[in-house]
């Protein structure tokens, strides 16, 4: 005989689970891959290798993993401020976190340009500071063409644009997985490492830390991924110039714009699969660092 | 080492948590802050460990004669324990005990092996040898309380203070883990300060108990002392159960269950006795209790042996003659 459950209605609600993942996630991932099986290996590796592909691959997954990065540094400090203090204009600060989440990614995106601009608010500071540091300093190489580019636009229309931009969107999620660990954490461990001699910074690094690390990267996790997958509020940001701020999503539309639909598809399958593998090791990392699961 | 309390005051906005309170512990003691909650007794204790300051003013805390009052909780070397263990969810239980010793500056941190030798003493004292690789969500609350209190002693505190440290722990674990601390402290002779609600704890197992409430110290004695000489009504109802007698001039008498005689109305003696008809009767274990009502309507509380029940065979509606013995404190 079957196990009895205590809950009624497995068979139902588990068969109703299926279904609907299926037809809102599995059922469009496989007529993608369908479509994209439609060219033969050959033309999907001459395609992926392309120098344009390549670029906006390194660029994309860079600035993804670079912006989750500094979401989670600043997304402890902000949640931190918001669970610790007490304040006037606590509760609004905590309402502007979900913003980037509401805004529409498009305005988003038109206005960091306008803001980072070389003639814009930030943008104009940003291209004099980096032309002092040209004319004083000559860097060349790799870190040279970036101030070169900053002197000259601003941080639009840049990969750090598109940095800027993924770290706007990614913020919220670091801040409100973050929130609730922080707020059960409670007062009394940490009283207890002072009673027995930790001094502040100690008690912030052996005691709280290692209990929020399991968030921090649950954050980075959703940062990170909402951040490959960014279109709106990039593309008006970047500039979208080929091999140096065209980002993986722009390159599909392209395709889709000339109606290569067959290179589309190759191009958002192998997105997919390499996301789907970076997600996985993550996720087998935060198991490694969970104290729950040691 | 002895502790001093000398005139704390402590409030939090416009509430007065403690007032003028002075209070000595006597170096070595085991002493127990009786009283409600609200009483203050936990921030008295958070005062003394450093975990909350009081007013400032005149109020001073002196360990063994030095002033500590200025002192962060972590150079007052006490060892501080939580009703909620406060166990460090992420480390293993031999972690958590060496945590204060891994915190110390380099040069007055103890060798790794020196380290390791304490950890194994201190495990085998509170009775969990062989636990040092778990961690505290594979322990039973007993066990972990007491990984607390190894933690707090890993130190070689002056005092240790306990915060309510058996209030999480279920009837029969309190008792024996309450009995142990008793065997414990004579053992190690530390001075200990703890905090309680539940008034047999603290008559069981303190030297000397102090009663608060509302923020201010209403007795404080050996616990014989108090029980028999309540300096109050509030010590006399707090310290167990007690009946209050009210006679016609207004006045009262409080009269604890075990001190009444009971017997048979035809027994009745106008002189001494009173007659009482039996309401309740509740008879499970040793101890029978009897709710009677005496003729002015007044309602008693009365404990017999439940031999001497069985022997007068008494029913619900029975008439019975009451007497009150002369041990008991009338008047207060």
Known sequence: MAKRRVIPGFGLSMGFSITYLSLIILIPLAALFIKAAGLGWAEWWNLLTTPRVIAATKLTFGASAAAASVSMVMGLLVTWVLVRYDFPGRRLLDAMVDLPFALPTAVAGITLTQIYAPNGWIGQYISQCASWIQTNYQPGGWLGGQVEDLAAKGAAYSPIGVFIALTFIGFPFVVRTLQPVMEDLGAEIEEAAATLGANRWIVFRRVILPLLVPALITGFTLAFARAIGEYGSVIFIS?????????????IVAQLEQFKYEAAAVIASAMLLVSFALL??????????????? | MSISIKSINKTFGNYAALENISLEVPNGSLTALLGPSGSGKTTLLRIVAGLEFSDPGEGRILFHGEDVSETPAGKRGVGFVFQHYALFRHMTIAENIAFGLSVLPRSLRPAKAEIHARISELLKLVKLEGLDKRRPHELSGGQRQRVALARALAIQPKVLLLDEPFGALD???????RRWLRVFHDE???TTLFVTHDQEEALELADQVVVMRNARIEQVGKPQEIYDHPRSPFVYEFLGNVNKLSASNGSHRYIRPHE???AFAAEYNP?????????HLFSAGPVATLSVRLDDGQFLEVEISRKQLDELALDPGDEVSIRIMDSSKSGV
């Open chain 1, 239 to 251: 500039g979208n110039l080929p091999m140096k701020t065209e980002i993986l999503p722009l390159l």
């Open chain 1, 280 to 294: 996985f090791l993550i996720n087998l990392l935060q198991r490694r660092l969970d104290w729950q699961h040691r």
């Open chain 2, 260 to 262: 009444i005689e009971i």
């Open chain 2, 271 to 279: 002189e001494t006795d009173r007659l009482a008809k039996i309401d």
């Open chain 2, 171 to 177: 009837a029969q674990v309190r008792k024996s883990l």
């Open chain 2, 188 to 190: 190690i002779g530390l």
